[in-house]
């Protein structure tokens, strides 16, 4: 494992220590007062599920073309953890839709866009566990197919109820929220970094142990 | 634009799955006018090593050269000179005889295909059933068309996996006599199988694959049976 | 090129005549996608009124099911006989047999939308032939961004282990874009006044989703088939 591993895991576990107070330091908005603070973590996550999403299908692509393992290794490490942080993405936006809107689920365009990238990956995830053997081509299909699936996801989740994109909540970020906001994003960003590190180590090492598997027959 | 090639090379090709290695560094080669003999128990590597060959399936390492060629670098044009009669036949249960063997000459881009059509019906002896559909052949029926359509396009090199299963004595004897013939014209041939009886003799050489290793390439005149009874018992030791 | 489109053709001509002579594939699923419309008619229908925009998402919904079914039996033919390998090995540009298959599925589910749409119309007092020209065009190009995907999918999962649910696994997130516009669009057309302008937006949405998927799929067809 790299030097720097264990200094930055030290520093993410200070951010996310941090975070916390920044956030409660940070102005109210307006409108929605206390929930409101929820999307400091809500859209960080959301912005690490679709860079997984591209981490995920680029791999996939490299993987496809150029025949490289090490892609392979990459792509399902990103594959996971697009789920994770969808999954916190998932939790976190209907808690405030509720408080919010009154209803869990409203269908607006960026949680159901983001649901059903999530849903893609799942099914990358499955595709995967029970294709049998060479599963790991057909994933990198399911994970390409869905990295360009994104925009017209995105389109068509904004436009389907009216022509008009109906009005999202789109924050304005008062100066004071900023800080805490961009705080937020750098640890989760070094999170997601550790994290995928991490996992393709995992997938490193069952790699080598099946090269020594193989070794043994020579 | 045409490809040709006068021999193939197996260069230290190896395969696996997961952990399994189905393919432990073969290194063979194969002359224009040769019919080598890949023998084995089952699960040998023997499919696999024709797969490869046929470019179905990638080798994780080494390579394959047609001449002094890889795959890669012939393109699709690599294609239109080899031949596979692999143990599912390849053939469409539904259509007739005659309507396989003309869909396989137009998609390999067989010229003038009534002609190239009808020659391999004769040859395989199927003249009077032509127009039935497959799905009432019988096996070696089956088997006879099914070499004739690997044959169509005049494939250089030609691969055949367990082609003796199923067949009566008649046509196994034919089908020795076939590729005698094939020799003669200076194609490569390739034969997978474990039926020692019906290949007496008919080999140049014989590989004797066992595990996915390579135990020994063999052109002695001494009985079939014997050399390879002897590969696999020197293995075992 | 010429090689190609000839390639192309002759698999899509082999694939026609089989299925002209067993018609297995054609009848089944025409009668299974009349079924789903029937199962979802007495979901969504109350009191003999069916629910709004409901005949625009029971036909897509139906060309969905009903087009993954051709798929799947399309393929387990090809897969008995283990012809697909056959065709691998034909010395063209091996996407020539992705296309020529593409094409085939096209035609046979552009037969099941002969059926399905008169018979959603009727069931549903749907106004079908208000804007016939928009609506074929709907119909056209959000058949061909399932069926791309679809024919790939099929394709690649012919030596996979549980294929059989496996395709509607994949196919369905990748395509829901496609449903969605299909959907709209109808619904938009068969309003008392048709709106033709969300019709185009749609109808625009799912020609740039063919164009990405179609090429995507040329693009990977060999890597997959070839393990």
Known sequence: MARAYTPLVVLAMVLFAVAPVAVAFAPPEQVMGLIQRIFYYHVPSAMMLFLSAFVCGIASAVFLFK???????????????????????????????RKFWGVWWQWDAKLTSAFLLWMIFVAYLLVRRYGGPGAEKLGAAMALFGMANVPFVYVAANYWRTLHPTTNVVMTLAPGMRGPFWLCVAAFLLLYGLLLTLRKRLEDQRAAVEQLYLAMDE | ???????LVVDDVSRNFGRR???????????AGEIVGLLGPNGAGKSTLLAIVSTLLAASSGEILYGSVTARAAGPALRARLGLLGHDLYLYPELTARENLEFFARLYGCPNVPAVVGDAIERAGLSERADDLVSGFSRGMRQRLALERALLHGPR?????????????????????????????GRIVLVATHDLDLAEGLFDRIAVLRDGRLLLVDESSASLRERYRDAIAAARR | ???????????????LTVEVRSREILYTTVFFAASSVLVFAFALVREGRPMEDAAAGILWIAIAFAGTLALGRTFERERQTETLRALMLAPSDRPAIYVGKLLGILILLGVVELVLVPLVGLLFNAPFGARPLWLVLLLATGTLGFASVGTLF??????????????????????????????????????????????????????????????????????????
């Open chain 1, 67 to 97: 025949r490289s393992a090490r892609a392979d290794r990459i792509a399902v490490s990103a594959g996971e953890l697009a789920i994770v942080f969808g999954l916190i993405v998932m939790v976190t936006g209907p808690l405030w839709g």
């Open chain 2, 1 to 7: 634009m045409t490809f040709d090639f006068d021999r």
């Open chain 2, 21 to 31: 290695r189905a393919l432990n560094r073969v290194t063979l080669t194969c002359r």
């Open chain 2, 157 to 185: 090199l030609l691969l055949l996996d367990e082609p003796f299963t199923g067949l009566d004595d008649a046509s196994g004897q034919a089908l020795v006599a076939r590729l005698r013939g094939l020799r003669q014209e």
């Open chain 3, 1 to 15: 090129m010429k090689q190609f489109a000839r390639v192309a053709w002759i698999v899509m001509r082999k694939d």
């Open chain 3, 154 to 227: 099929a394709a690649m999962l012919v030596r996979a282990r549980s294929r059989d649910v496996l395709l509607p696994v994949l196919l369905y997130p990748i395509t829901i874009p496609v449903i969605i516009a299909g959907v709209r669009g109808t619904a938009a057309l068969l309003q008392a006044t048709p709106d033709e302008p969300m019709a185009r937006f749609w109808v625009a949405l799912l020609v740039f989703f063919d164009v990405v998927f179609v090429t995507l799929a040329l693009w990977t067809f060999e890597p997959l088939m070839t393990e």
